[in-house]
């Protein structure tokens, strides 16, 4: 395959890059390099990489992105590029409509016009709002987001839909949830409690402790993704598209992954408990088995082992880290 993978430089974009690259697919890695959060962690994880081909082009720039297509000839494309988090959405909702609208408009268009095999793109597990219905699943209705960041990712499954529909073009979304891992984003639980830990200072939680999520290892999910690129929807049932969850299918307690944190760390915490953030919701839980029906995989990585690999990932860069989130 021919790969185009979008927002390379970010969490889940570097390590899907890397994989794709050792697998012996050729790989373009995309990615803007946006200050969302530090740079140098961006550029960090892209050095990483030594098989794909590193390109900093936004996909908010239309011609940009077609000549990119028109030089490469891609046969797949997987789009992880957005303005991510939920809470920075309500302070800045025209970052999200740039990127996560106008940007997937884009791609999804240039795929079209060059007759993309596959496009798989990244949806959130926020999309499904304040549901109360546990697990969570692709059939529920997704209608009320509690946030700017979910109302957009709601409408790229959409978008995507109406292209499938339309022109036929074989896209599937994925609807993540909470991934953890080594290079994870700084702006999520599991980086913010280490830093706070590995600093000595208090550890915010929110909803006094009432929250739960899907913690996703980030080997499960590349692995995920990987199985998914080849298995183009068909137009057997309609529109050639297809949502899947992706995620472990199992919540923790919030309180409880910050206990296993601390007990892998060696570190006790000072815990700060505050009132649910605008936006927030109480708890996640991935219905799976639609994913593991269709890929023949289910995750390995147990949180205890997930945690354990991120603070030896810590160890060699938590210089990194700690810059990160000083930034």
């Excluded at 016009?113 to 999309?127: C, D, G, T, W």
């Excluded at 499904?128 to 409408?155: H, I, M, W």
């Excluded at 915010?204 to 080849?230: C, K, Q, W």
């Excluded at 297809?242 to 000072?270: C, H, K, M, S, W």
């Amino acid at each position: 395959m021919n790969i185009l993978v979008t927002g390379a430089a970010g969490f889940i974009g570097f390590h899907l890059a890397d994989r794709l690259a050792r697998d012996g697919h050729r790989v373009v890695a995309l990615d803007n390099l946006n200050d969302y959060y530090a740079v140098s962690l961006k550029r960090a994880r892209l050095d990483q990489l030594s098989g794909p081909v590193i390109e900093t082009t936004d996909i908010a720039d239309l011609p940009a992105l077609e000549a990119l297509f028109r030089r490469e000839r891609f046969t797949h494309v997987v789009n992880l590029a957005a303005q991510a988090g939920v809470r920075h959405s309500v302070e800045h909702p025209h970052e999200y409509g740039r990127s996560n609208l106008i940007g997937f408009l884009n791609l999804l268009d240039v795929c079209k016009r060059f007759e993309i095999e596959h496009l798989l793109y990244a949806s959130s597990s926020s999309v499904y709002g304040r549901q109360e219905t546990l697990p969570f699943k692709e059939t529920d209705p997704v209608d009320r987001p509690a946030s700017l960041y979910a109302a957009t990712k709601r409408a790229d499954e959409m978008m995507a839909y109406s292209y499938a529909d339309l022109h036929r073009l074989p896209s599937t979304g994925m609807r993540f949830f909470t991934v953890y891992g080594p290079w994870g984003r700084p702006d999520m639980a599991p980086c913010l409690f280490a830093g706070a830990l590995l600093n000595g200072n208090p550890i915010d939680i929110f909803n006094h402790g009432r929250m739960a999520r899907d913690f996703t290892y980030i080997d499960d999910v590349v692995e995920s993704i990987v199985r998914l690129l080849p298995l183009a929807p068909g137009e057997d049932a309609g529109a050639p598209h297809e949502i899947y969850n992706v995620g472990r299918g199992e919540p923790v307690a919030l309180l409880d992954f910050v206990e296993l944190l601390e007990r892998t760390l060696g570190i006790q915490a000072t815990k700060r408990f505050r009132d649910m953030q605008p936006g927030d919701i109480e708890r996640t839980w991935a219905d799976t088995h639609k994913l593991q029906s269709m890929i023949d995989f289910k995750p390995q990585v147990s949180l205890e082992v997930g945690i354990e690999r991120f603070v030896a990932w810590l160890k060699d860069y938590e210089g990194l880290l700690l810059e990160s989130l000083a930034a």
